[in-house]
């Protein structure tokens, strides 16, 4: 998918879990580029026939044998995208721990109205 397709797909998923915010734009715009370099690199991984480790040969000519980059590239990409999915809200313990602030919002809101009331 695109950026654009990306973005879209992950401020619908946020408004259906009820945890978009209008200041997350950012944050969603940022992983939406994780996930379109994340696709590419998926791309590429299964055009080299899924093998997760190449033969690289090096400037010196030695041939030596690695991970295959795209494989690194995609490992890399969903670790990054995994930490702004959790910040979003959109893993059970990100979702958790939003709405647990927010429960902890309204306490706090309730508190100082049942203050004001009693003064």
Not at 55 to 84: E, S
Request: contains cysteine; neutral net charge; aromatic residues 6%.
């Amino acid at each position: 998918m695109t950026k654009a397709e990306w973005k879209q797909k992950i401020e619908n998923a946020c408004k259906d879990a009820g945890t978009y915010r209008e200041f997350f734009d950012s944050v969603i715009d940022t992983l939406a580029g994780i996930m379109e370099t994340r696709d590419e690199a998926q791309r590429k991984f299964d055009a080299t026939g899924r093998e997760t480790i190449v033969k690289h040969t090096n400037k010196g000519g030695n041939t030596n044998i690695v991970k295959n980059p795209a494989l690194v590239v995609l490992m890399d990409c969903n670790a990054q995208a995994l930490a702004y999915w959790r910040d979003l809200g959109l893993t059970p313990a990100g979702y958790k721990r939003l709405n647990a602030d927010v429960v902890k919002e309204e306490k706090g809101s309730l508190e100082n109205i049942l203050e004001k009331m009693i003064e």
